[in-house]
């Protein structure tokens, strides 16, 4: 009895340091952008699974959820992002805060690749579709070179340019367009970018 007794203490201390390890497993491979696939994005809720493209074209979904500037809505979108005479230079932060923030976001993802120039601090949701210029949940270094041709941050950028154009002409409201590109922006350039 006391030999079956000492047994499952055994067995009951192995699966603890099993699942400790598996723990300290998947905490480690957080730090390079080997992130959980199903965390939620906050107001941009939805499951990362359903991504098309490979996982480094993709900011961390924990650290850059991405973040809406609130003095930004639909009801004002001819007054702000739409009007010609608006710049994102208007709440561009200036670019010591960026480059500050993207050496330590650099330094939190783990990348292999720490060279700055290697990536741009960009956000998430952009600015002209109304995204918050200083929170770092909207801010990640993406890369420029990623593990396919078209997915780093050039590939992206006109991903912004096509919802600015949608959301000014009325064709896409401006939290769908944010939804869309904090989701799956590779999945917008397939469909709709990279055509034409």
Same mark, same amino acid.
């Given at each position: 009895?006391?030999?079956?007794?000492?047994?499952?203490?055994?067995?009951?201390?192995?699966?603890?340091?099993?699942?400790?390890?598996?723990?300290?497993?998947?905490?480690?491979?957080? /730090?390079?952008?080997?992130?959980?696939?199903?965390?939620?994005? /906050?107001?941009?809720?939805?499951?990362?699974?359903?991504?098309? /493209?490979?996982?480094?074209?993709?900011?961390?979904?924990?650290?850059?959820?991405?973040?809406?500037?609130?003095? =930004?809505?639909?009801?004002? =979108?001819?007054?702000?992002?739409?009007?010609?005479?608006?710049?994102?230079?208007?709440?561009?932060?200036?670019?010591?805060?960026?480059?500050?923030?993207?050496?330590?976001?650099?330094?939190?993802?783990?990348?292999?690749?720490?060279?700055?120039?290697?990536?741009?601090?960009?956000?998430?949701?952009?600015?002209?579709? /109304?995204?918050?210029?200083?929170?770092?949940?909207?801010?990640?270094?993406?890369?420029?070179?990623?593990?396919?041709?078209?997915?780093?941050?050039?590939?992206?950028?006109?991903?912004?340019?096509?919802?600015?154009?949608?959301?000014?002409?009325?064709?896409?409201?401006?939290?769908?367009?944010?939804?869309? =590109?904090?989701?799956?922006?590779?999945?917008?350039?397939?469909?709709?970018?990279?055509?034409?």
């Amino acid at each position: 009895m006391r030999a079956r007794s000492n047994r499952s203490v055994v067995i009951v201390i192995f699966i603890c340091l099993l699942v400790a390890a598996v723990i300290a497993y998947r905490t480690k491979q957080v /730090g390079v952008r080997d992130f959980p696939r199903s965390a939620g994005r /906050g107001p941009q809720a939805e499951s990362t699974d359903a991504r098309i /493209g490979p996982k480094d074209i993709y900011p961390d979904p924990i650290r850059t959820p991405g973040a809406v500037n609130l003095d =930004i809505t639909q009801d004002d =979108i001819d007054q702000t992002i739409c009007n010609p005479q608006w710049s994102t230079r208007s709440v561009r932060p200036p670019a010591h805060y960026t480059d500050r923030l993207k050496f330590e976001q650099i330094e939190e993802y783990g990348d292999s690749d720490r060279d700055p120039r290697d990536y741009e601090e960009d956000h998430l949701i952009p600015l002209e579709l /109304g995204g918050n210029p200083t929170d770092p949940r909207n801010l990640w270094p993406e890369p420029f070179e990623t593990s396919i041709p078209e997915g780093g941050a050039r590939a992206k950028d006109r991903v912004e340019n096509y919802l600015h154009r949608e959301v000014c002409a009325g064709d896409l409201s401006l939290e769908a367009a944010q939804q869309e =590109i904090a989701s799956d922006w590779y999945r917008v350039y397939v469909a709709s970018v990279q055509r034409n």
